[in-house]
RNA sequence: UGGGGCGUCGCCAAGCGGUAAGGCACUGGGUUUUGAUCUCAGCAUACGCAGGUUCGAAUCCUGCCGCCCCAGCCA
């Protein structure tokens, strides 16, 4: 973990905490637990909640579990196992040994069903999905309790022992926790706690079962079973805090985890659906679930964002009851800070214009020394080649500059970053008319030093056209184009909103040569861009950026508004 | 219309009866060979609304209003 993280904000839930370690509460232990479902990859989500359960553990000297909540292997496999591992691991939390599946307890589970029937609190229920659906009633309507609820200890004890022998098809029978059919709480109207899965090969059990506990008898036992002492959950599960007590309380268990609710993140122009997530892989809206523009952590990673970014980012946004809804801005600004202070300085002409120094003897190379960061004079120095001919950003000539217009100009002057200053002179055109190339001249007098007797305000980014590379930028935006995807109209879909423009691959950039030996994963800041990452399917002889986020652009801003 | 939650600046968020922290955003000034960074200043007489209790209320009481979640053999 880096140190420069800031120190922990507190929460409603630090302070339950406090409290109870005041009140002498668990002996003083704090144990959390992060218990994804591997159905998917990891989001921005699960990273609030991986900060919330490590953070404390880590702060309080407890303990944090990694535990798969597997019960469901339909849905389930071995990949997600791995790359939430992988995911939970990159963004800087360690469970030691103590990682988990649900599928651990499975026998355990199954013993504390047998007694829950023995006491008379749950029963095998024959009736069909459907049916089931019809006696639960409705919000405002009691149900009605099930034919079956009044079976006998025994018989209850036989035919659960055959549902776990595989004696019944899939649908055919369930088990029944016997609470109250009437209960406000619809998670109280004899929940399922174990139902029929035949043929589904689980990625820790295989074929061991052919039943399967449901997540709320399965939760509130694990936590139980691992000693956990605060279980920490989204406000969706609010309603089953009753039901967790529930069962924890009719089988008398030693340890009794104080289930806690706080609301989950919402992020703006971002989905964290899993099932929605999982529609963008399948429908191939994006390439995998680590596109750059995916709002999973293996998403972002590839994207560029440094971990220690997000979990700054979840620090920052806090951990309340309230309904939120977070700006993008808050993630960005995280992430530039971050990077500002370790992305080394590079230059890379994005959109490439010719410039040709008419008074630099043809052939002639300089070697200039450039600091790698302005304000870390520990990062070094690089050399850049000058030459005769060089690439601007297109952008950054204007035959006529607007209002404000501090970059080159027909007749005006300009800073080459880190070298010269230089006059544009004559402007040349292809036949169509387009600017292919302008001639300039240097003013050999400027080097690190400033003009005699003249301003010259405006600096850009160049580089060298015999020395520089040839690269692949692919400039990442959004992926969506409405701040909240998920609130479409009426027959509308959550696609309905993807940004056409949130991938724009640039082929034909020219980096600076000092760029030549970059690796995968390493962050730089293309200078007056933005901060840029090395993308994993990058080559030395096929180099590849992703674009991070760019950087603050204030004239973006100025030209906006004059429209 | 049953049950469970939530409502403090554009977005997050402190606050827990003593007179509205902080961050992001925004606005203006300074430094600057990145229109970046950094830096200085400004930015809620106001806490969903209406009453009440109190010397004093965002904080307590009452009543409204708005938003979110729950009727999977998903988690």
Known sequence: MSSEDTTPASNFIRNIIDADLAAGKNQGKVATRFPPEPNGYLHIGHAKSICLNFGIAIDYQGTCNLRFDDTNPHKENIEFVEAIQRDVRWLGYDWGDRLFYASDYFEQLYDYAVQLIKKGKAYV????????????????EPGRDSPYRERSVEENLDLFARMRAGEFADGERILRARIDMASPNMNLRDP????????????????????????????????????????????????????????????????HPQQIEFSRLELEYTITSKRKLTQLVDEGHVEDWDD?????????????????????????????????????????????????????????VLHPLKVVITNYPEGQVEELQAANHPQDESMGTRTLPFARELYIEREDFREEAPKKFKRLVTGGEVRLRNAYVIRCDEVIRDSQGEIIELR?????????????????????????ARHSIVAEVRLYDR??????????????????????????????????????????????????EGYFCVDPDHRHDRPIFNRTVTLRDSWARIEQKNG
């Open 292 to 348: 750059p523009r995916m709002p999973t952590i293996a998403g972002m990673r590839r994207r560029g964002y440094p971990p220690g970014a997000i979990r700054d980012f979840c620090e920052r946004i806090g951990v309340t009851k309230s309904g939120n809804n977070v700006e993008m801005g808050v993630l960005e600004n995280c992430v530039r800070e971050n990077l500002n202070v370790h992305a080394p300085r590079r230059m890379a």
């Open 479 to 528: 992926l969506f184009s409405h701040p909240n995807p998920d609130s479409a109209k009426e027959g509308g879909e959550f696609t309905d909103y993807l940004n056409p423009e949130s991938l724009l691959t640039l082929t034909r950039c020219r980096l600076e040569p000092s760029l030549a030996d970059a690796r995968s994963g390493e962050q730089i800041q293309f200078e007056r």
């Open 440 to 464: 300039c001249s240097y003013d050999p007098e400027t080097l690190s030093k400033n003009p005699e007797g003249r301003k010259v305000k405006g600096v850009i980014h160049w580089v060298s």
């Open 192 to 255: 399922a706690i174990y139902r029929i899965r035949h043929g589904a090969v689980h990625h820790q059990t295989g074929e061991a079962w052919s039943i399967y506990p449901m997540y709320d008898f399965t939760h509130c036992l694990s936590d139980s079973i691992e000693g956990i002492t605060h279980s920490l959950c989204t406000l969706e599960f609010e309603d089953h805090r009753p039901l967790y007590d529930w069962f924890l309380d009719e089988l008398e268990v030693e340890c």
């Open 125 to 140: 229920c024959d009736l069909t999905p459907e049916q089931t659906r019809e006696y639960r009633g409705t919000l405002t």
